[in-house]
């Protein structure tokens, strides 16, 4: 089974809200590192964490999700490696994953930018801003600026790359659009409950 949906947009941006609102209209989904389905169990991903084994997948030249089929949907695929200066990001990969799912569809989760950076800059009480200076060796103001342009960069790949097949992919920008719509791009194949909509681990009132 390939999965039906995969985001692939950045983290702060709804990824945890999305997962959910799919968990709780009964349908499998897994979230960066997996740790619901690592808790349960899961044969794979209670051994190894499953961005490092899309990584390598892509990297062997694999279907990306290979070991994760029963997986219907992907969310939040990113992963600092600790102690090491790699940072995993197999959401940018996404036209491996739309060659090896033809039938998947994408969501590109969008947020006003300025947002976005906020809620990227106090994440984990600044944790997670402080992990990527330490990184790359950059001021705080680099890394915000590093993070605005490829904010812009990432997105216009995105939509150039499905500008011919418009109907596998939606973008979703959070401020302006209603989940109903999502809702309906999502369909027929994930049938969704838009009453399982709603804020998931804000950051805070202003992010």
Known sequence: MGPKLVQIGFNKSATTALFWLLINSGHSALHSSGRRSRRAGHPVVSKIHPQILIHHNIAAGLPPLAGLEDFESHFDMEHDVPGSAIKIENF????RFAAAYPDCKFVLNTRDCDAWLRSRARHGGGNYIRRT??????SEQSVLDRWRAEHQRHNDAVREFFLHEADRLFEFELEKQPIHEFVRFSGP???LDPVHWGPSRV????A
Request: charged share 25%; net charge neutral.
């Open 189 to 191: 194949s994930l049938q």
């Open 92 to 95: 940018k990969f996404f036209d």
């Open 133 to 138: 200076m330490a990184r790359l060796g950059l």
């Open 203 to 206: 950051t805070d009132s202003s």
